[in-house]
Structure formats: C-alpha cells, structure tokens
C-alpha cells in the first residue's frame, strides 16, 4: 500500500506548529479588535483554522487514510503539490488581509481552490472504498466539506475585490461551521474512531453505534445548520444546530466507551483527549448562550460566539496537539530505522517514547490548554488582556510542540547511532512500516510498551495483538 513518505506527513504536521505561532502572534495584535468580525480577527482565525487545524488535519488524513481504507493516495507527488498550495492559501490569506493587499488575498482563493482539488482527487480511491466502517464514511463527508469549505472561502475572498455580497456576521459564521465541524471535526471524529482503538488499547463490543451516529448527526447537522445561517432561515439553522449537538454528543458517548473499555493506563494522551472533548462541552454552552443572547444584545451576544469558536477550536486543537506526540513519533520512528538508527538510551531497542522529552510533553498540555482557556475567556468577555495572554501560550505552544517532538530525532540523526548497515531496499519496508502506523504497531505505545517487530499492515482491529502490547493498568 502506498503512503507518502514520512517527510510528507512530517511537513503538514511541523508547518502546522508554525502556524499555531503565527496565529498566537495574530491574537496579540487582534486582541483589542472589538468587533469579532474586524480584519485583525480574521487573519488570526485564519491563522489559526487554516495554517494550523486544517494543517495538521490534512497531514493526518495523508498519513491514515490508505490505513483506515486500504487503499493508496493516487500520487505522493500530489500530496506535495496540496501540502505547497495549502501553504501557500493559509499565509497568504492572513497575510493579504493583514496588509491589505486584496491581490495577495486572491492568489489565497486561488490556493485554496487548488488545494481541495488536490486533497479530493489524491483521495478518491480511499474514500471510495465500500464496508470499511465509520472512519470512511468520515472521510467522504470531510473530502466534501473540504470542496465547499474551499469553494466558500474562494467566494468570500472574491468577495473582498468587490463587494458583491453582504457578508454579515452570521455569513462569516456559517463558514464556521462548515469549516470547522463539516470538514475538520468530522475528520477528526472519524479518524478518532481509528486511533483511539490503538492509542487506549479500546476494543468496545458489538456494533458500536455511537461513533455512526456522531458522524451522520455532525455531518447532518452542518447540511441544515450553514444554510440556515448564512441565509438567516431559523427554521434550518435550530433543527440543524440540535442534530449537530446529537452527533456531537454520540461522539463524546463514543469516547466514554473507549474510556471504559480501555487496556492502557491513563497517559498524557488521554488527558489530552478528555480536555479536548471537555472544549467541545464549553463550545456548545457558549453557543447556545450567544443564540439566546444575539436578539437582546447583539454585541454581547456576538462575543459569545466568538469565545464558543475559540472553544470549539480549542477541542480540535488539543486533540491535534495530544495525537501529535503519539503519531510523530511513530513516522519518525519508522524514518530512524529506515536509517539504520535502532537504538535508544542505553543501547537497548528505541522506542517511541525515547523521541521527546516527557516532561516538556506535560508543559506544552498546561500551555496550549491555559491558551485556549484564556482566548476563549478574552473572546467571551471581551477581555483583550486574556486575549493577548491566550495568544501568548498558544505561540509558545506551537514554538515548544515543534522543538519537543524535533529535537531528540535530529541529535539521534546527526550523532548517527548506526547498529545496521541502512536499508537493503532503499527504505521502502519503512515507508511500509509507516503505512501501518494506526495500525497495531502504535498500540505497542510510546513509553513502556516494545516497538513493532514489523509492518503489520495496518489491518489489525486495533485491540492489541503483538507481543509487549498490554500495559499493566
Ligand atoms: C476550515 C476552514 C475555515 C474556517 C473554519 C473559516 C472560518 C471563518 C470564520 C469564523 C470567519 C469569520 C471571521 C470573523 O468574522 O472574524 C471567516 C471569514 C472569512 N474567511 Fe474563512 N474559514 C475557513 C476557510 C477559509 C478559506 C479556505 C478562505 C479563503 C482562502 C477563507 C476566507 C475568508 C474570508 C475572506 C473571510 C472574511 C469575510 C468577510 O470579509 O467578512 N476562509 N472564516
């Protein structure tokens, strides 16, 4: 099965970090903007949707969706060509708007447009495939979100060459939505539905139920709830909200029974993951209190929404920060080896848990999370103190995540702690190895569990088959 290799993955995820610094910085700047929809405000929302959560998003639909479907990417150069164009539309984007350069905004649309064109024609064969479950379907439905969220963007950036339509606050908002839960959250829940399986050491029983529903309703959700914003249909826009909310709460049902189920002790990964689902919690009472706020007083009510997009970013964000400290290491792992660099401290096997330093690991948790704590409260409150403070953590959390999960492997590359003569085959049995990285292979765990003897090709059930791979709870 062909995945991209490592570097590709690597790219999406380590540009993705620089964007969350980029976005931290855009919050300082934006902090006293007043009004949510004021350009400040928009470059650092789209530093922080496109150049850092669609970043890291589409790195890991790359890197898993061969695994979850089975099926390759149509082309790893493909897969360049979108992770360049995706660059490019997420800075230049806040860029354009920052400096007021509307051609720079357009050469963005452009990109962007570009960019989900790529991403859908790369995955076509994956999200195509037939009985492979929730994490597929998920997929489709992103790929689609993807397409329209693009397709909007490009419109609204038209827009800003002339005008041509009223972009009112709740048009921006419909973005939002389609953005972050039609594309990135949906995603993200599919993709979960794979991973946590692997990460808990979770098999829940029977049919499972719960990881569907979330999917449909989420996807369901979003089809009433962006129309029924962007033209003000209330009539859409409540149905569509509260079938968004079932999903979403089928989703949280969903990491209840791989919470109960699980096999592996309680890690940092897991506290990522419940504060990230405790995000989406905050998100929704804050949106629920802006609808109802909205009609008596606009202002406030708007600023509610705001904190409830920062809290629904958050949920993405934590999660991407979380995962990333289990699947870098596993890429970098595989890349090491392909290098003939096997072994950890003290000369025994390396393991993912020797690629960064854990301690760091527990501080970039407090700062991304007071971050988004404090973004979601200046947002909220109008606060621009908090603001700028949450800015301040979530840059620090982009500059920290980066050098904690780099590091250790660049000094290991660099010292060269060679025990075998490199690769016969050029490296390809790592790119395999890669391709397995939901699979049990990252079930063996990053801090007390053996790496994998080899590919195990990814089709495992994720319960934990290998040897060494049952943590003692
Ligand atoms: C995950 C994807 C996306 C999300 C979650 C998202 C979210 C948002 C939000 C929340 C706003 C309102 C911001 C505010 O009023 O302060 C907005 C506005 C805007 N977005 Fe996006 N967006 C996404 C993708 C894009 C893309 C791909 C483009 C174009 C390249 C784009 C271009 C714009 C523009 C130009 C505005 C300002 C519209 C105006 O003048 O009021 N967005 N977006």
New binding site residues.
């Given amino acids: 099965m062909a995945v991209p290799p490592p570097a590709v993955s690597l790219s999406f995820l380590a540009a993705a970090a620089l964007g969350l610094v980029a976005c931290g910085g855009a919050w300082i700047w934006a902090r006293a903007a007043g009004d949510?929809?004021?350009?400040p405000?928009?470059v650092a929302?789209?530093f922080g949707?496109?150049a850092t959560?669609?970043m890291g998003v589409m790195g890991a639909t790359h890197q898993f969706a061969p695994v979850i479907s089975g099926r390759s990417l149509r082309s790893v150069g493909l897969a360049r060509a979108t992770f360049l164009a995706w660059l490019g539309?997420?800075w230049l984007?806040p860029l354009g708007?920052a400096t007021e350069q509307v051609a720079v905004?357009a050469v963005?649309?452009a990109?962007?447009?570009t960019a989900?064109v790529l991403l859908a024609v790369n995955l076509a064969g994956p999200v195509a495939v037939r009985g492979k479950g929730t994490p597929v379907t998920a997929l489709r439905v992103g790929v689609a979100g993807a397409l329209l969220?693009?397709y909007?963007?490009?419109a609204?950036?038209a827009?800003?060459q002339g005008t041509w339509f009223d972009?009112a606050?709740h048009?921006?908002?419909a973005?939002?939505v389609?953005?972050?839960f039609g594309?990135?959250g949906v995603t993200y829940i599919g993709v979960a539905e794979k991973l946590w399986p692997m990460f808990m050491l979770a098999h829940v029983p029977g049919r499972h139920l719960a990881g569907r529903l979330a999917v449909w309703g989420v996807a369901g959700g979003v089809a009433l709830l962006t129309p029924g914003l962007g033209w003000g249909i209330p009539q859409l826009a409540w149905p569509g909200a509260g079938i968004a909310a079932a999903g979403l709460a089928a989703h949280l049902v969903s990491l209840g029974a791989h919470v109960r189920h699980r096999q592996r002790r309680a890690d940092l990964h897991l506290v990522f993951v419940l504060t990230s689902a405790s995000w989406l919690v905050a998100g929704a009472g804050l949106a629920l209190a802006a609808a109802l706020t909205v009609p008596a007083d606009h202002r406030a009510g708007m600023a509610l929404a705001?904190g409830a997009?920062a809290a629904f970013?958050g949920w993405l964000l934590e999660a991407l920060v979380g995962h990333a400290h289990k699947v870098v290491p596993f890429v970098v792992w595989s890349a090491l080896r392909s290098r003939g660099i096997d072994q950890g401290p003290g000369g025994r096997p390396l393991m993912f848990g020797d690629l960064y330093d854990h301690p760091t690991a527990g501080a970039t948790y407090g700062l991304v999370t007071a971050g988004i704590a404090a973004l979601g409260t200046g947002l909220a409150g109008s606060f621009p103190v908090a603001t700028a403070i949450g800015g301040a953590l979530l840059a620090a959390t982009g500059l920290v995540v980066a050098a904690n999960l780099s590091v250790v492997p660049v000094r290991m590359l660099a010292a060269g702690t060679v025990t075998m003569a490199g690769p016969p085959d050029g490296g390809r049995r790592a790119d395999a190895t890669v391709a397995s990285a939901a699979g049990a292979a990252e079930a063996a765990g990053p801090v007390e569990a053996e790496p994998p003897a080899g590919d195990t090709g990814g089709t495992g059930n994720g319960s934990g088959t290998g040897p060494g791979q049952r943590a003692s709870r």
């Fill in positions: 949510p929809t004021a350009d405000v928009v929302v789209h949707v496109l959560l669609a539309a997420s984007l708007v905004t963005s649309g990109l962007a447009g989900v969220t693009g909007l963007g490009t609204f950036v827009d800003r972009l606050g048009v921006d908002l973005m939002g389609l953005g972050l594309w990135l705001a997009m970013g």
